[in-house]
C-alpha cells in the first residue's frame, strides 16, 4: 500500500494519510475479468506518457476518502516515500475486486493506473477465453508472445485463473503452518 493524497486534504504524513494498493493496467482489465466500470470511462489510448496522468478508483476507496461515489474529476497523487507524484484526475470508478489473496474478505482501497504512464518492470498478461479448455491455449499464447518480441522473458506460467487462485490460497496456507510450527518450537523451547 502506498500513502495517497487527495486533493482538498492536506497529507498528514502520519497512519491517518489514505492508503490504497496502486495497479497498472491496460485498457479492458475489468471486462477481461468479467466486471465493467461503475461509472466514466476506461483506459484507451489518450491515457500516455503525454497526456494528463488519470487514475481508476475502485468503490472502497471513493467511499472511504471521498464518502461518495461521485468521484469523476477528483485528484489525487501517490507519495513514494516524501517525494510527491504528479496529480492523477479520476477518470472512473471501478467495482471492488479481490487483488492479491482472493480468500481474504476485506477488499483494499486501490487505484489503477494506466500502464502507459506508469510502465512496470514486469507484467501479467490476462486473457479472457469462452474455451472449454483454456489450458491449452497456453503454448499458442506463449509463442505468440514470443513472436511479437523474442527477447521477452515469459515467467512462470501461463496459469489458468483458477490454478492462480489456488496458488495463492496454497501459499497462504504454508505461510500460515510454517507461523503456527515456529509458534509452537518457541512455545516447547520456552517451557
Do not use: C
Not at 85 to 96: C, I, N
Request: aromatic content about 8%; overall charge positive; proline content about 7%.
Amino acid at each position: 500500500t502506498l500513502g495517497i493524497e487527495i486533493e482538498g486534504r492536506p497529507a498528514t504524513g502520519t497512519v491517518e494519510q489514505p492508503q490504497a494498493r496502486q495497479l497498472s493496467i491496460s485498457s479492458a482489465y475489468f471486462a477481461t475479468l468479467g466486471s465493467a466500470i461503475v461509472s466514466g470511462r476506461d483506459f484507451d489510448d489518450r491515457d500516455n506518457g503525454d497526456s494528463t496522468p488519470v487514475v481508476i478508483v475502485n468503490r472502497r476507496f471513493a467511499s472511504l476518502y471521498w464518502q461518495s461515489e461521485d468521484v469523476l474529476g477528483r485528484r489525487l497523487r501517490v507519495h513514494s516515500g516524501t517525494t510527491a507524484g504528479p496529480w492523477l484526475t479520476v477518470v472512473a470508478l471501478a467495482p471492488d475486486l479481490h487483488q492479491g489473496d482472493g480468500a481474504r474478505n476485506v477488499i483494499e482501497p486501490s487505484i489503477y493506473r494506466p500502464l502507459r504512464q506508469r510502465p512496470a518492470r514486469g507484467a501479467w498478461l490476462l486473457a479472457h477465453t469462452s474455451s472449454p479448455a483454456p489450458r491449452a491455449l497456453i503454448a499458442p499464447m506463449r509463442q505468440q508472445i514470443q513472436q511479437a518480441d523474442p527477447a521477452v522473458p515469459v515467467w512462470l506460467g501461463p496459469y489458468t485463473l483458477e490454478e492462480w487462485n489456488t496458488g495463492s490460497y496454497w501459499k497462504r496456507l504454508i505461510s500460515g503452518g510454517l507461523f503456527t510450527a515456529f509458534a509452537m518450537m518457541a512455545l516447547f523451547l520456552s517451557g
